[in-house]
């Protein structure tokens, strides 16, 4: 059973910055990836950022060049840093642990970005 503890979301100006955290607890070695998303009201829930086990990467065309995932292994936690951050970028983020049978979900972190 894995466990995923979401922080660092908060009330941010346009072209600010944020740094995301997923605090993953409980059997983690299986998990082959780590992924962020988001949901805005009314929205659908999509993929943000997203690392696998060996390290790879990839983005929504909407945050390229802008956030960055990345891990600590060690800590079995996953990071989002997102820079130049706009309105649009306002959600709810949810960290999403995968493993080969099962996936799990974080409770949400709201980051909202206004003047």
């Known amino acids: 059973q894995v466990q995923l503890v979401e922080s660092g979301g908060g009330l941010v100006q346009p072209g600010g910055s944020l740094r995301l955290s997923c605090a993953a607890s409980g059997s983690i070695f299986s998990l082959y990836a780590m992924a962020w998303y988001r949901q805005a009201p009314g929205k659908q829930r999509e993929l943000v950022a997203r690392?696998?086990?060996?390290?790879?990467?990839n983005y929504a065309d909407s945050v390229k060049g802008r956030f960055t995932i990345s891990r600590d292994i060690a800590k079995g936690t996953v990071y989002l840093q997102m820079n130049s951050l706009k309105p649009e970028d306002t959600a709810v983020y949810y960290c999403?642990?995968?493993?080969?049978?099962?996936?799990?979900w974080g409770q949400g972190t709201q980051v909202t970005v206004s003047p």
């Open positions: 999403n642990a995968q493993e080969i049978t099962r996936e799990h």
């Open positions: 690392i696998t086990s060996a390290g790879s990467t």
